[in-house]
């Protein structure tokens, strides 16, 4: 059953959101991953986010790019997390979208990450889970180490190459 409902607000958002849940997987968390819009469909949105408590969805991720209210209307209509990811889809860089999904007016947050920011959005839902599953929590402290062994390996490798100049 899938713990993280992954919300699209349009087919041209799914490219950049590969990378959200493959990271998802990677932590051994099964998304739900929908395409539904806060304007376009939004008796739909209501209604899947209504019930998806009970469906076994723990937590929220919706991205949307323009005025990207997708986050703040799911977030509206649950007591559960929801984490937003602004997208590039218009002349503006996502600027437009990165205000429209921080800028939640006092009550209804929405837990932002960067412009295009998927993989965070899923490693920030993963820490979230990991407070109640344990096995995703062991798997964070694993991708940490990765991840400061990488930056150590760098480190050498170009200190190296800068005492080699
Ligand atoms: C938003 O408008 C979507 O999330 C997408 O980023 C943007 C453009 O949508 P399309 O016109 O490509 O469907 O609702």
Same mark, same amino acid.
């Given at each position: ?63 949307? !790019?323009?005025? *990207?209210? +997708? ?9 559960? =997390?929801? $984490? /937003?990811?602004?997208? @590039? ?28 920011? !998927?993989?965070? *959005?899923? +490693? ?9 599953? =344990?096995? $995703? /929590?062991?798997?964070? @402290? ?24």
């Amino acid at each position: 059953m899938p713990k993280v409902a992954l919300i699209m607000g349009s087919a041209s958002d799914a490219p950049s959101l590969e990378g959200c849940y493959k990271t998802l997987k990677r932590f051994g968390i099964e998304s739900d991953v929908r395409v539904m819009s806060a304007h376009r469909t939004p008796v739909d949105t209501a209604a899947y986010v209504k019930s998806a408590r009970d469906n076994g969805v723990e937590l929220f991720i919706a991205a949307a !790019g323009k005025a *990207a209210h +997708l986050a703040g209307v799911i977030a509206g209509h649950t007591t559960l =997390p929801v $984490i /937003g990811i602004p997208m @590039v889809s218009s002349t503006m860089d996502g600027l437009d979208s990165l205000l429209s999904v921080v800028q939640m007016p006092p009550g209804i947050p929405v837990a932002t990450v960067a412009i295009g920011g !998927g993989e965070n *959005a899923a +490693l920030l839902a993963a820490q979230i889970l990991a407070i109640k599953y =344990p096995e $995703i /929590g062991e798997k964070l @402290v694993t991708h940490r180490k990765i991840m400061a062994d990488g930056v150590r390996e760098k480190n050498t490798e170009i200190r190296e190459k800068f005492a080699a100049l």
